[in-house]
Nanobody, 114 residues
Framework: QVQLVESGGGLVQPGGSLRLSCAASGMRFSNYIMGWFRQAPGKEREMVARIGSISSAYGDFVKGRFAISRDNSKNTVFLQMNSLKPEDSAVYYC?????????WGQGTQVFVSS
């Protein structure tokens, strides 16, 4: 059974930082492109960042503020978020993709507000 479990979300002030983690189990972690997506109320889900074996990609809205990384020995992908803005508030979802199938975590809430 594949499971993706996100953690690290919470309430943070504008300009602050959070580090999200996604722990994967039940799959060959290194075979998957791992990604972070987010969805705010009333908006469509958008790609935040993805990381494979040789490259990474980020959504245009990130503008150098976020960094994705993975530790294959720990079956974990991270998202370091700096200089957070209120518009970053959303539920952040972990995603695993290998062309034939994909999996989603349950999401972790990020709320950026004073």
């Amino acid at each position: 059974q594949v499971q993706l479990v996100e953690s690290g979300g919470g309430l943070v002030q504008p300009g602050g930082s959070l580090r999200l983690s996604c722990a994967a189990s039940g799959m060959r972690f290194s075979n998957y492109i791992m990604g972070w997506f987010r969805q705010a109320p009333g908006k469509e889900r958008e790609m935040v960042a993805r990381i494979g074996s040789i490259s990474s990609a980020y959504g245009d809205f990130v503008k150098g503020r976020f960094a994705i990384s993975r530790d294959n020995s720990k079956n974990t992908v991270f998202l370091q978020m700096n200089s957070l803005k209120p518009e970053d508030s959303a539920v952040y979802y972990c995603n695993a993709w290998d062309r034939t199938q994909e999996y989603w975590g349950q999401g972790t809430q990020v709320f950026v507000s004073s």
